[in-house]
């Protein structure tokens, strides 16, 4: 009897470490499957930035996170299969999708001008719509079709568990965006900055060097994650 009581303590206390290795293991399999198709997405998210901002997403397990600057979702996708993964949380995509905002601040001589001026938004913003849809995302995103200041009003100070920053990348419109959403993230939240090797991103970048911490292991050369 003595036996049988000890071999079910035993069990008992050896099956969490079990469950545990199969949520983990799940979880891989499920973030290999998205990065396979992340790469097929329109825009710039590296697979390396997209496993870190899911990564996070796993740790933290946040209820709110936004995206400022969207294009065709190649940072929103791991973003919202992640919390899809957790059946909790949504994440805010905010893009206006409209060429003069994408050309505030450049020179029309500029090579990041003579690009934005060509492409279709409105067809990429279509596709971003499609992608959600296919991949049954809609309840973990919501989009708003504006820029970053005048959705602004749309989050309570301190409310933000993870903000990414990746819209206009010229020297104001990223600073604003910098400077107006930080009172919006948590005291312990975390911000993405992405593009921190441009020149025009760097006053975004010192603001944010002076008022959060960066987290070293995570930021790379291209973006940086700060904690607040
Ligand atoms: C660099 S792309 C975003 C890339 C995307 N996050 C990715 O990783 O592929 C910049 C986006 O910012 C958007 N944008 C431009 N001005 C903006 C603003 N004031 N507020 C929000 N988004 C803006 C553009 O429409 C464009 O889709």
């Known amino acids: 009897m003595k036996k049988i009581f000890f071999l079910y303590g035993l069990l008992a206390a050896i099956s969490?470490?079990?469950s545990s290795?199969?949520?983990?293991?799940?979880w891989q399999n499920y973030q290999n499957k998205v990065l396979r198709h992340q790469k097929t997405l329109e825009g710039w998210c590296s697979i390396t930035k997209a496993k870190s901002m899911m990564d996070l997403i796993y740790e933290v397990?946040?209820?709110?996170c936004v995206e400022i600057g969207v294009f065709g979702g190649s940072s929103i996708y791991p973003t919202a299969c992640a919390l899809k993964f957790l059946q909790k949380g949504e994440v805010y995509a905010i893009d206006p999708w409209e060429t003069s905002f994408c050309l505030e601040g450049y020179a029309p001589d500029d090579p990041n001008y003579v690009w934005w001026k060509q492409i279709d938004l409105n067809?990429?913003?279509l596709g971003f719509l499609n992608m959600l849809d296919?991949?049954?995302?809609?309840?973990?995103?919501?989009?708003?079709r504006t820029t970053g200041l005048q959705a602004l009003d749309l989050f309570q100070d301190e409310?933000?568990?993870?903000?990414?920053?990746?819209g206009n990348h010229t020297e104001n419109p990223a600073l604003?965006?910098?400077?107006?959403?930080?009172?919006?993230?948590?005291?312990?939240?975390?911000?993405?900055?992405?593009?921190?090797?441009?020149?025009?991103v760097s006053s975004a970048k010192e603001f944010l060097l002076s008022n959060a911490?960066?987290?070293e292991s995570l930021s790379t050369d291209e973006y940086f994650l700060f904690r607040k």
């Open 16 to 18: 969490p470490l079990f």
């Open 21 to 26: 290795n199969a949520q983990i293991h799940e």
């Open 61 to 64: 397990q946040p209820t709110l």
């Open 123 to 125: 067809e990429i913003y």
């Open 134 to 144: 296919y991949f049954q995302l809609n309840s973990y995103c919501t989009v708003v």
């Open 159 to 166: 409310s933000i568990d993870i903000l990414h920053i990746d």
């Open 176 to 200: 604003t965006d910098a400077k107006r959403y930080f009172p919006k993230v948590k005291q312990g939240g975390y911000i993405w900055l992405d593009d921190v090797n441009w020149s025009t």
């Open 213 to 215: 911490e960066k987290i």
